[in-house]
């Protein structure tokens, strides 16, 4: 199995500008997860999308972050205009929920975003 | 309000050493779940080990173990005979509605 895939694995652009970061999941699973990692604030989960849907997005910070999948083989997190605190790593996971029990989330290896 | 809490933040042992990992856990949830994840200087995040709120036994797969006890709202993990391929971040997780992260517990071991 591929795993997670996620694109580019890392990202330096300049403030001001657009940042499109992608994700793969597993095929067959059936959520997926926007997690961003910083030293300060550690592991925080931005957003998940069900079955294409997103489901809860009161992890995004802030109007600029906006996220998409398309399909249920793809999936964009995109900041714009993109800020210098916005440097972090940022995860993609995807699960596959059966039943009420949800499975264990497989991550992807990360974009290391830095905005100069 | 769902809290974990990963009080050590790092811990240094010496390979061979026995070493514990201690996380608490908060939710008014009656259903939830326990996960424990491993942060490799390489950066990913593995799955450890996935634990339902139902389910008090102990579990013990090769040098790790995890005891789960509701009682004290803890979910903590051993590792026996640490070797130096231990030495990664530790993340424990609570999922009710969603998977929320404890701070993480950075181990070091050393030849």
């Known amino acids: 199995d591929a795993g997670v895939i996620q694109s580019p694995r890392h990202e330096v652009t300049e403030m001001g500008q657009e940042v499109t970061l992608r994700c793969k999941p597993i095929?067959?699973?059936?959520?997926l997860f926007w997690y961003r990692q910083t030293m300060m604030r550690g592991l925080e989960l931005l957003i998940y999308?069900?079955?294409?849907?997103?489901?809860?997005d009161s992890g995004m910070p802030e109007d600029r972050f906006s996220a998409k999948m398309p399909n249920a083989s793809f999936s964009t997190l995109k900041i714009q205009p993109s800020e210098p605190r916005d440097s972090a790593v940022y995860f993609c996971?995807?699960?596959?929920?059966?039943?009420?029990?949800?499975?264990?989330?497989?991550f992807g290896p990360g974009t290391r975003l830095t905005v100069l | 309000a769902q809290k974990v809490t990963q009080a050590q933040t790092e811990i240094s042992v010496v390979e061979k050493e026995d070493v514990t990992l201690d996380c608490v856990y908060e939710?008014?949830?009656?259903?939830?779940?326990l996960f424990w994840y491993k942060q490799p200087p390489s950066g990913e995040l593995v799955f450890l080990i996935r634990?339902?709120?139902?389910?008090?036994q102990n579990e013990i797969s090769g040098r790790y173990s995890w005891n789960f006890q509701k009682s004290t709202s803890s979910f903590n993990f051993t590792i026996t005979a640490s070797q130096v391929v231990d030495s990664a971040v530790y993340f424990c997780?609570?999922?009710?509605?969603?998977?929320?992260f404890g701070t993480g517990t950075r181990l070091q071991v050393f030849p």
């Open positions: 634990r339902n709120s139902f389910d008090e």
């Open positions: 996971a995807s699960s596959s929920t059966s039943g009420r029990a949800p499975g264990e989330q497989f």
């Open positions: 939710t008014r949830d009656t259903t939830y779940y």
């Open positions: 095929s067959g699973h059936n959520s």
């Open positions: 999308f069900n079955n294409n849907v997103p489901i809860d």
């Open positions: 997780a609570l999922r009710t509605d969603k998977l929320i």
